[in-house]
């Protein structure tokens, strides 16, 4: 009998590009230039803020996983006075520093992958993940090592579907190639209850940080398809017929830890 863990792992491989498209892309698909995940000046307080904030003491202190320039844990900075960021690119936690510079919160930072880096990070009050679980096939031990981390609750925010969803009438058009409909938010709550985690999931829409916030946005586009820099032409067209959604389902999944 397949265990949902397993199921989720299967499912998330479904989205690998296939090798002969893969190999013949001019350039890796897989970007996250740092201006996408630089904070608003002014963060709308979404439900996934609200249940990290409520769960915090006044100067307490949370661990963002992925944390980007770290919107996971700014917008509850107050009532946080200490912030943890994990990520795999130096630029992203150069970014998360600065901003805590900027906002008067001491700051550390840990450069790799989790739950690698889990022995040599610091427990915190609230642990915050956002958009991050739909890259890990191997979820147990990522969770695991997320319940460890939290004295009083971890808060998980993500798409309710893929969120490389958003391109999939791109590669239907361009390689005539069909994307999965799966895995989904909902599956992440039951591989947590496999591992005996009581946890709530909330819906709520949020708005999408488009590419197109970006100069040369819509060549990010274009590498994340695979394509040469001649088809640029094709591509701005394409998105100009079918622009990408501006909003989208997010779910919020939460537990408080023992």
């Known amino acids: 009998m397949t265990t949902a863990a397993e199921q989720w792992k299967s499912d998330l491989a479904l989205w690998a590009i296939p090798s002969e498209i893969l190999e013949s892309a001019p350039e890796k698909p897989w970007i996250h230039p740092p201006a996408l995940f630089q904070i608003p000046a002014v963060m709308p307080d979404s439900l996934s803020h609200q249940r990290a904030r409520e769960a915090l003491p006044v100067g307490g202190s949370v661990l ?5 320039g770290g919107i996971g844990a700014f917008a509850i900075t107050p009532p946080a006075g ?17 901003n805590a510079a900027d906002r008067g919160v001491t700051s550390e930072t840990h450069l790799g992958m989790w739950p690698d880096l889990a022995p040599e990070t610091s427990v915190a ?5 956002h958009h991050v679980a739909f890259n890990v096939g ?47 938010a909902s599956d992440l709550v039951d591989v947590l209850a496999e591992m005996g ?7 709520f829409d949020g708005e999408i940080l488009l590419d197109k916030k970006v100069d040369g946005a819509n060549g990010f586009i274009r590498r994340r398809l ?13 998105i100009a017929a079918n622009p990408l959604p501006e909003r989208r389902n997010l779910a919020v999944i939460w537990w408080d830890t023992k």
């Open 64 to 68: 963002d996983i992925g944390c980007g």
């Open 82 to 98: 200490h912030v943890i960021g994990v990520d795999h690119q130096q630029e992203m936690l150069d970014l998360f520093n600065q």
């Open 125 to 129: 009050d609230v642990v915050t993940v």
């Open 138 to 184: 191997d979820i147990v031990p990522f969770f695991a090592a997320l319940n460890s981390h939290a004295r009083k609750r971890v808060v998980i925010e993500v798409p309710v579907i893929h969120p490389m969803s958003n391109m999939n009438e791109g590669w239907k058009h361009f390689w005539n190639f069909i994307r999965p409909t799966v895995p989904v």
């Open 197 to 203: 985690i009581a946890a709530t999931i909330e819906y």
């Open 226 to 238: 695979c394509l040469p820099e001649d088809r640029q032409p094709e591509i701005d067209a394409f």
